[in-house]
């Protein structure tokens, strides 16, 4: 075991983790339970003169609230001008 434990995210903790990009400084817009499998991943994807950081987010972070606004932007219903 690598000492890393996979817990369902808003099961037992807030915390999962995103990758950010550098020099451009994007977070992922994908999020990972552990930090080992968001450095995984990173190292999958890593292109020439490229790093990253895994960052910890608990609650709602920069890119889920994001995320959340638009889908409330397009789940929300068309405001009607009839009467």
Known sequence: MDGH???PRNTY???YYH?????SSKLDWES???PKEAED????????NE??????AAGEC??????VERTKNLLAPE???HR
């Open 51 to 56: 790093t990253y950081v895994v960052e910890v």
């Open 13 to 15: 903790s807030p915390e």
């Open 5 to 7: 434990m996979s817990i």
């Open 41 to 48: 991943s990173a190292k999958s994807f890593v292109g020439a």
């Open 79 to 81: 405001k009607s001008h």
């Open 19 to 23: 990758i950010r990009w550098l020099p």
């Open 32 to 34: 990972f339970e552990t």
């Open 62 to 67: 920069e890119r889920c609230r994001e995320v």
